[in-house]
């Protein structure tokens, strides 16, 4: 496994722990699911196979909750202990075959790719009339303000257009810039965190809480 901290992939920051391409890996996979990956996908797990994709994504379907984010990314091959385990594409396939979800709808060519802290699930479809297309599950909160009820709903043409779909929230900005900047200036995270917000978010430094953030010298 890779030690590098993050990968750039058409404009956007993947962070790692990154897993090494292996063909076999992906045939193995195919072969479960019994239809092949989209080349954009198997392109994006080729070169920038990592663990995060700190972005949103808005999706009507979701108000009043419409920005939505995938983060959690699901990798190939096995895990540390050497199994298909939770995380792993297999693994989380074959898992989501027995899943509640599967119930309540047709999960059949679908692969989920990654999920969010609240369990919602973004999958890739490998079906022949609709290959490559993205969709997501997002839970209900029976909470005024929120999602009512859960959703599945259409999230891209195909993995390529999903990435040039994705934003950065400010609130999320916020937060992770929150946990960075306690960091030496040198650090490498910090740097990276500020070479993201630079690229996404510009004249960042700017907004109040980027200003707040930075702690005081001499304290």
């Not at 019994?34 to 070169?47: H, M, N, Q, T, V």
């Not at 934003?167 to 992770?176: G, Q, S």
């Amino acid at each position: 496994m890779s030690e590098q901290l993050s990968r750039w992939y058409r404009g956007r920051l993947v962070v790692g722990p990154f897993k090494p391409f292996e063909v076999d890996e992906v045939e193995r996979l195919e072969w479960a699911i019994g239809l092949p990956l989209p080349s954009s996908y198997r392109s994006f797990l080729e070169a920038a196979g990592g663990k995060r994709l700190t972005y949103s994504v808005r999706l009507p379907a979701c108000e009043p909750e419409p920005f939505q984010s995938f983060d959690d990314l699901y990798q190939l091959g096995r895990d540390d202990d050497g199994d298909y385990g939770w995380g792993t594409l297999l693994g989380e396939y074959r898992r989501s075959r027995d899943g509640w979800l599967a119930q309540e709808v047709s999960l059949a060519g679908l692969l989920p790719i990654a999920r969010n802290g609240g369990s919602d699930t973004l999958f890739l479809d490998l079906n022949p009339a609709t290959h490559g297309q993205l969709h997501a599950f997002v839970h209900g909160i029976p909470i005024p303000g929120y999602l009512p009820k859960g959703v599945f709903t259409k999230v891209a043409d195909d993995f390529g257009a999903y990435l040039h779909s994705l934003f950065v929230e400010p609130d999320l900005a916020a937060d992770t810039w929150a946990d960075a900047v306690e960091s030496d200036s040198t650090d490498p995270w910090r740097r990276t965190v500020e070479e993201w917000l630079d690229k996404e978010l510009p004249g960042w430094r700017a907004e109040s809480w980027a200003a707040a953030s930075v702690p005081e010298r001499g304290v």
